[in-house]
């Protein structure tokens, strides 16, 4: 089992940027792909990004490509989320996400271990 806590969430103008982190714990970090999911008020939890064990693939849902980079530091045990060009809808919680499987999805089902969440606020 792996243990999972978000943090570097706040207030930002739309605009702006945050970094958001996810630090591991429990088990072997690099064993795992990782995954970044977000809940907008009123609307279902939705895929955001995704890397691979080694940083060598990462995927992004089309409406953060070119602003978001996800990435990790496996000596750290830690995945980050830099959000870049914020806009009001990005408003949201943010919860980190691993798959024991490590296997290239974007399919929530297919993420065993969740954080809490991390609260983002995009102000106009």
């Known amino acids: 089992q792996v243990q999972l806590v978000e943090s570097g969430g706040g207030l930002v103008q739309a605009g702006g940027s945050l970094r958001l982190s996810c630090a591991a714990s429990?088990?072997?970090?690099?064993?795992?792909?990782m995954a970044w999911f977000r809940r907008a008020p009123g609307k279902e939890r939705e895929f955001v990004a995704t890397?691979?064990?080694?940083?060598?693939?990462?995927d992004y849902t089309d409406s953060v490509k070119g602003r978001f980079t996800i990435s990790r530091d496996n000596a750290k045990n830690t995945l980050y989320l830099q959000m870049n060009s914020l806009k009001p809808e990005g408003t949201a919680v943010y919860y980190c996400?691993?798959?024991?499987?490590?296997?290239?999805?974007?399919?929530?089902?297919?993420?065993?271990?969740w954080g809490q969440g991390t609260q983002v606020t995009v102000s106009t």
């Open positions: 996400a691993a798959s024991a499987a490590v296997v290239r999805s974007i399919r929530q089902s297919d993420y065993n271990y």
């Open positions: 429990g088990r072997t970090f690099s064993a795992y792909r």
């Open positions: 890397i691979n064990r080694i940083a060598s693939i990462t």
